[in-house]
Nanobody, 123 residues
Framework: QVQLVESGGGLVQAGGSLTLSCAASGRTFSNYVMGWFRQGPGKEREFVATISLLGSNKLYADSVKGRFTISRDNAKNTVYLLMNSLKPEDTAVYYC????????????????WGQGTQVTVSS
């Protein structure tokens, strides 16, 4: 089992920045691909970003490319999501997730999920 706990959400004005963190425990963190997903009001959960085991490969949703940066610190068992130039449409509950080995943007292919952290962007 892998336990994931997100933090760092909050209320921010449009154009502002936030950094989300996700702390993992339970298994060897560097064995897991990590992803960030979000679910806005009345919407399905959608892919945001994902990062490979050692951080060398990253994928981003088109909607956040150039504004968000995913990173990980395997020594701290933590994955981060730096969010710049936030827009009201970025308002959502943000979840981190973990899976073995292969990068994917598909939520159903992730095995472990955190409880989520709310990000609200005001206009």
């Amino acid at each position: 089992q892998v336990q994931l706990v997100e933090s760092g959400g909050g209320l921010v004005q449009a154009g502002g920045s936030l950094t989300l963190s996700c702390a993992a425990s339970g298994r060897t963190f560097s064995n897991y691909v990590m992803g960030w997903f979000r679910q806005g009001p009345g919407k399905e959960r959608e892919f945001v970003a994902t990062i490979s085991l050692l951080g060398s490969n990253k994928l981003y949703a088109d909607s956040v490319k150039g504004r968000f940066t995913i990173s990980r610190d395997n020594a701290k068992n933590t994955v981060y999501l730096l969010m710049n130039s936030l827009k009201p449409e970025d308002t959502a509950v943000y979840y981190c997730a973990a899976k073995r080995l292969v990068l994917t943007t598909v939520p159903g292919e992730y095995d472990y999920w955190g409880q989520g952290t709310q990000v609200t962007v005001s206009s």
